[in-house]
């Protein structure tokens, strides 16, 4: 028996936007009143302190859009060796999650400008972010929004994972 994984991969990829492709599907959501839900991240190595953040932000609307740091902005944020997994590598991964609606790569340091697009209604970070530090906080609770800052899962972290390999 043969099996082929391009269907599921067609799935995933329908997940990753960028452009035009995210102006569009902003719009349709937005149009059909579904509530989006933004975060973003490096989501280098995925551990379980990731998956807990983003089902937990997913659970505050009806779409999750997750903004990825382009691996440019990964080194220069992180440093050296960082990122671990490449770009595809991490758009993929968060893409073939269920409680992922979206994804979205971004060249910034900071997701600001993808939030002045985006207009979330919800903006979530980890519990290592302060609500009033979450970039963009501001701007979404300005026009009405909400801003959270989820529990931080004790124990899990890209580095942490990356210390223990060494």
């Known amino acids: 028996m043969r099996f082929s994984i391009m269907p599921f991969l067609k799935k995933i990829e329908s997940k990753i936007l960028s452009g035009q492709a ?31 953040l983003l089902c937990q932000a997913r659970d505050l609307g009806s779409r999750l859009l997750v903004g990825l740091n382009s691996a440019d902005s990964v080194n220069r944020l992180k440093g050296p060796g960082r990122p ?13 999650l269920e409680c992922v609606d979206a994804v979205v790569v971004f060249e910034e340091d900071t997701p600001l400008e993808l939030i002045k697009l985006v207009q979330p209604d919800v903006l979530v970070k980890g519990g290592d972010w302060k ?24 124990g899990y972290s890209t580095s942490k994972i990356e210390e223990k390999i060494k």
């Open 22 to 52: 995210l102006k569009k599907t902003l719009a349709e959501w937005k149009a059909a009143g579904e509530k989006i839900v933004f975060t973003n991240g490096c989501f280098d190595l995925l551990h379980f302190g990731h998956l807990s």
């Open 84 to 96: 671990i997994n490449d770009e595809m590598t991490r758009q993929y991964q968060l893409a073939a």
């Open 131 to 154: 609500p009033a530090e979450i970039v963009g906080a501001d701007m979404v609770l300005k026009k009405g929004g909400e801003v959270f800052s989820l529990p931080f899962v004790e």
